[in-house]
């Protein structure tokens, strides 16, 4: 599946080790976007950010699908339920951008 090309940003540090920044909610919200249309073969603009997951059709093997991919994307583990504790990708975009930024 091609993804838009949204990396989460790296960042060297004096003694040259390279930091991945955590994205922002508008980064994780792009993300999710482009993959939800390349997922349901449709325009990015046609993905409203408000509507829950479920609407979309999104099953638990999909969602399951996507979490893990947003894993390989930020670099971090997450947990396969976020879909359903923030069942919009509003809200899971911002959910996850606090909890990471408190964790770099």
Avoid at 32 to 45: K, N, R, T, W
Avoid at 87 to 98: F, K, V
């Amino acid at each position: 599946m091609q993804i838009q090309n949204l990396q989460a940003t790296n960042m060297s540090t004096a003694s040259g080790v390279i930091i991945k920044e955590a994205p922002t909610a508008p980064e994780i919200q792009a993300w999710i976007v482009s993959y939800l249309a390349e997922l349901l073969e449709i325009d990015p603009d046609e993905v409203n950010v408000t509507i829950p997951f479920d609407q979309y059709g999104l099953d638990s093997s999909a969602a399951v699908g996507m979490t893990g991919d947003m894993e390989d994307w930020m670099g971090r583990k997450l947990d396969p339920t976020l879909l359903y504790d923030y069942p919009t990708i509003q809200g899971l975009a911002r959910h996850l951008a606090e909890e990471l930024k408190i964790k770099v």
